[in-house]
Antibody
Framework: EVQLVESGGGLVQPGRSLRLSCTAS????????MSWVRQAPGKGLEWVGF??????????EYAASVKGRFTISRDDSKSIAYLQMNSLKTEDTAVYYC?????????????????WGQGTLVTVSS | EIVLTQSPDFQSVTPKEKVTITCRAS??????LHWYQQKPDQSPKLLIK???QSISGVPSRFSGSGSGTDFTLTINSLEAEDAATYYC?????????FGQGTKVEIK
């Protein structure tokens, strides 16, 4: 059974940093690209970024709203994806979901999110 | 950035009624359009991929259609458990984007 479990959320002051983890099980983690999607309280879904599998360079892509502040990485030996969030702003307050990207590896336009974690809440407030 | 506009924003529907939700893209995205269902206090769940392809385990009353810029999610014979917010998502080009969501309420 595929499982994605996020951790690391909490209350943080503006300008500070936080690192989220997504621990995966039930599939060969290294074969998949992984994404982070967030949802502000009472709002819709916003794609944050994704990391390709090592077979495709392990490179990353980000939404403009987080580019330069957030970094996604992965440790395939531990089946964990990370979201390092720096220079946090109050508008980054949201539930952060980890998702598995399925589709045709290497073809970004074919990806969809077939599994989602339960989410972890990040609150940025002084 | 490709903007996805869903309509309506909200729909109140009687059980067994048919529900139609549309998603319009600001430019052509082929069939790189996917649908998700999010029930209250739950994570989103994949319903339809590539505009019209069904997902294992998803009830057959859910179907999708469309290509290019206009897409439709149809729920035939709505059931009480279908109360949720529905989102479309495009992966045609980065940044990937979502529609604003359509909330379906059961009368």
């Amino acid at each position: 059974e595929v499982q994605l479990v996020e951790s690391g959320g909490g209350l943080v002051q503006p300008g500070r940093s936080l690192r989220l983890s997504c621990t995966a099980s039930g599939f060969t983690f290294g074969d998949y690209a992984m994404s982070w999607v967030r949802q502000a309280p009472g709002k819709g879904l916003e794609w944050v970024g994704f990391i390709r599998s090592k077979a495709y360079g392990g490179t990353t892509e980000y939404a403009a709203s987080v580019k330069g502040r957030f970094t996604i990485s992965r440790d395939d030996s531990k089946s964990i994806a990370y979201l390092q969030m720096n220079s946090l702003k109050t508008e980054d307050t949201a539930v952060y979901y980890c998702t598995r990207n399925s589709g045709y590896s290497g073809y970004d336009h074919t990806y969809y999110f077939d599994y989602w974690g339960q989410g972890t809440l990040v609150t940025v407030s002084s | 950035e490709i903007v996805l506009t869903q309509s309506p924003d909200f729909q109140s529907v009687t059980p067994k009624e048919k529900v139609t939700i549309t998603c319009r893209a600001s430019q052509s995205i082929g069939s790189s359009l996917h649908w998700y269902q999010q029930k209250p206090d739950q994570s989103p769940k994949l319903l339809i991929k590539y505009a019209s392809q069904s997902i294992s385990g998803v009830p057959s009353r859910f179907s999708g259609s469309g290509s290019g810029t206009d897409f439709t999610l149809t729920i035939n014979s709505l059931e009480a458990e279908d109360a949720a917010t529905y989102y479309c998502h495009q992966s045609s080009s980065l940044p990937w984007t979502f529609g604003q969501g359509t909330k379906v309420e059961i009368k």
